[in-house]
């Protein structure tokens, strides 16, 4: 379970201050799928950073499997399988290595390693390139590289920072599979996206996040009636208040 | 500390595994130094010798004005390899143009003076900043100062005189260079140079890539995702650089034994003894860490790959300064000189050529003072890790 506390985050530029997260308030539940979704810039991504402690927030708190994110980060790190944004892959090391570099970080044996690689290759359909250097991979595979080496130490809460950015509709089909899989086992899922539709399919719950806040928060079924509106995207609009960045 | 110690190894594998699939740029980062820094310094040795050679032995042609002023001196030159030719129609412009290195005026008066038992001039011309007309020069004033003195010895004898009064005091010289002092003078100038030039930056083709590369690709915010703590990372990546980094100062330093034992006489200067071997990789091992370090913190705070590379311009010039300031200020070596990075390097390099004991003081001094500065810089880079802003820019 991960807990979100009143996070702020403000950032310096060249042209002054950027309160990038402002008060972002949520909670996500075991096996449960929920979804933070928003225009770009909205501030999804800096509030993940915060979850999975690549950032210290200005203020508020982060909580997983009740571990304060603030007071031991490398614990609340192990629970974690994280997807960031930035999902390079090494490009000289195969499929098979990349996931076992990660796999030694999180101070795994080589057997489990093993073990967990056979399984992860299995679910994300990833037999073939395993053994590829990773130089020429396609998106959709170094996504699914990615994911493997996130999840190789078979954490409890997993963080996808749009997972399906880029990947064509087969590949985006069985990564919502993945998703549902992930859920199943009773994990902790939070992913984010800026497409509405996407998060409509997956998500048990909604989080829409907005100029660094959170504007609304519930099921798709609940969003739907607290805005008046049939249609999931109307009401999206008007949660938002605008309908920039539904394009994008 | 076992936790870290395990992660680090992890890195350092990982490194070594992702350079070493590069052969490319491994084969920069190992051999190049190996293979061109013997063939440099054996090609300019083997070049300075046949300079000398030709030099001390061929006919020089040496341009004379009025040459009838002297018959008898320019009949000695001639004994002595010196052939005096008719000087060209301009002769400052033709030793402008280095195309006369030394020419001899021998002015009008001469025969009179001589005759009169004056000092009679002779006039060695040339410019002294030529470095190819030193050893001519020098030729041609050794040979007309032996006309002199014999001349002179002559003239006292028929005035029946000792010309030994002409001596009160004769000055001998007892060199106490050693043998391998004496040969190591050029190898003096350059290899302490080159050694820790390699040393200083040897590491660089991975420490950039795995830094400002990493981050460059992307792949830096998932590592920082792991539990793995950011000193155990970073102190794995400035290893693994290490480990390149002395592979290639131990391929460089049995590339110069081994051509040294194929080399002639002055190649074999370059030949040094094993022992030797391990004790300058002892005095280059710090210099590997502080010029890796100091690049990973640099290469961790540039923007890019492309200006963290261009730090290596001012980090070559930086061993350098000692250099240049002993060429033109040579110093006594004294005990704080090896507190001194750069500078303390090249008086350990050079006692360890010159075959001289380094005191276990001067042992302790310089570990201590390089090995902390190592140790500054290291955390220094540790910190820049640390940093929010490293993970979360570019």
């Known amino acids: 379970m991960i807990t979100a506390q009143q996070l702020h985050k403000a950032f310096k530029t060249k042209t002054g201050t950027v309160q990038a997260v402002d008060g972002v308030d949520f909670t996500a539940e075991d096996g449960r799928i929920t979804g933070l979704l928003g225009p770009n810039g909205a501030g999804k991504t800096t509030t993940l950073r915060m979850l999975y402690t690549l950032m210290r927030p200005d203020s508020g708190r982060v909580v997983v499997d009740g571990i304060d994110a603030a007071q031991d980060p490398a614990a609340v790190r192990r629970v974690l399988g994280v997807l960031p944004d930035a999902r390079g892959v090494y490009k000289r090391l195969t499929a098979r290595e990349n996931i076992r570099y990660f796999g030694e970080l999180h101070g795994l044996t080589r057997a489990e390693i093993n073990e967990r690689t056979r399984v992860l290759s299995g679910q994300l359909d990833m037999d073939e390139i395993l053994d590829r250097q990773t130089e020429g991979f396609s998106q959709g595979q170094r996504t699914k590289t990615a994911i493997a080496r996130a999840l190789v130490h078979d954490p409890r809460n997993v963080i996808l920072d749009e997972p399906t950015n880029g990947l064509d509709v087969m590949t985006t089909r069985a990564m919502r599979e993945f998703l549902f899989k992930l859920r199943d086992d009773g994990r902790c899922v939070i992913f984010s996206s800026h497409i509405m539709q996407e998060v409509a399919a997956l998500c048990d719950r909604i989080v829409i996040i907005a100029k660094g806040r959170v504007v609304a928060d519930g099921t798709a079924d609940e969003l739907r009636e607290r805005f008046g509106n049939q249609n999931l995207e109307d009401a999206f609009v008007r949660a938002i208040g605008s309908e920039e960045g539904l394009l994008a | ?394």
């Open chain 2, 1 to 394: 500390m076992s936790r870290n110690l395990r992660w680090m190894w992890c890195v350092v594998r990982k490194e070594l595994l992702d350079i070493g699939r590069d052969r490319r740029t491994l084969f920069m980062a190992l051999l190049l130094g190996p293979l061109i820094y013997p063939v440099l310094m054996l090609g300019m040795n083997f070049m300075t010798e046949k300079r000398m050679k030709t030099e001390q032995d061929r006919v020089l042609e040496i341009p004379v004005l009025g040459a009838e002023h002297a018959p008898n001196l320019v009949a000695h030159l001639a004994t002595l390899g010196i052939r005096a030719v008719d000087p060209p129609a301009d002769l400052d412009a033709a030793i402008a143009a280095q195309t006369v290195d030394v020419a001899i005026e021998i002015p009008a008066s001469f025969a009179a003076d001589w005759h009169a038992g004056r000092p009679a001039t002779v006039e060695l011309i040339s410019d002294s900043t030529q470095r190819n007309a030193e050893t001519p020069a020098r030729r041609v004033r050794a040979a007309i100062a032996a006309y002199g003195q014999q001349v002179g010895t002559l003239r006292l004898l028929a005035r029946g005189i000792d010309p030994a009064v002409m001596q009160p005091v004769a000055v001998g010289t007892r060199d106490l260079a050693t043998e391998e002092a004496k040969r190591g003078m050029l190898l003096a100038v350059l290899l302490p140079y080159l050694l820790i030039l390699s040393s200083f930056i040897g590491g660089s083709y991975l420490i950039i890539d795995a830094t400002a590369g990493e981050r460059e690709r992307q792949s830096l915010e998932p590592l920082l995702a792991t539990p793995a703590a950011r000193g155990a990372i970073v102190s794995g990546k400035i290893a693994a650089a290490c480990i390149i980094g002395m592979t290639s100062l131990l391929l460089t330093l049995l590339a110069f034994k081994v051509s040294a034992q194929m080399g002639t006489n002055a190649a074999r200067m370059l030949d040094v003894s094993f022992a030797a071997i391990g004790r300058m990789l002892l005095v280059l091992l710090p210099m590997l860490l502080i010029g890796t370090s100091l690049l990973t913190f640099l290469a961790a705070t540039a923007k890019s790959m492309k200006e963290a590379q261009s730090h290596i311009v001012w980090l070559m010039l930086l061993p350098m300064v000692p250099t240049f300031v002993l060429l033109v200020n040579p110093i006594k070596t004294e005990l704080w000189q090896f507190t001194v990075p750069f500078l303390s390097q090249n008086q350990l390099l050079l006692k360890i050529i010159r075959a001289e004991p380094i005191a276990p003081t001067v042992w302790v001094v310089y570990l201590v003072a390089s090995l902390s500065l190592a140790a500054a810089l290291w955390l220094l880079a540790v910190w820049r890790y640390r940093q929010e802003r490293l993970a979360v820019a570019g």
